[in-house]
C-alpha cells in the first residue's frame, strides 16, 4: 500500500513541475492514474480479505 501511494505522491509532484515544463503535466496525469489504479486494487484485496469467513 505504501508504494502505490508513493507513486500517487510522485504523480502530484510531476504534474506540479507541469507549471515548469508543460510536457509534466502529462507525464504527471499517467502516474497519478497508474498510482491510483494500484491504490485501488489494495483497498480491492484488503476489503476481499476482510470478507473472507473464518476457518
Request: net charge positive.
Amino acid at each position: 500500500m505504501v508504494s502505490a501511494l508513493l507513486v500517487v505522491l510522485l504523480g502530484l509532484a510531476l504534474g506540479a513541475l507541469g507549471l515548469l515544463l508543460p510536457d509534466l503535466y502529462v507525464v504527471g496525469l499517467i502516474v497519478l492514474l497508474i498510482g491510483g489504479i494500484g491504490v485501488l486494487v489494495r483497498v480491492g484485496d484488503w476489503y476481499r480479505v476482510r470478507q473472507r469467513p473464518l476457518q
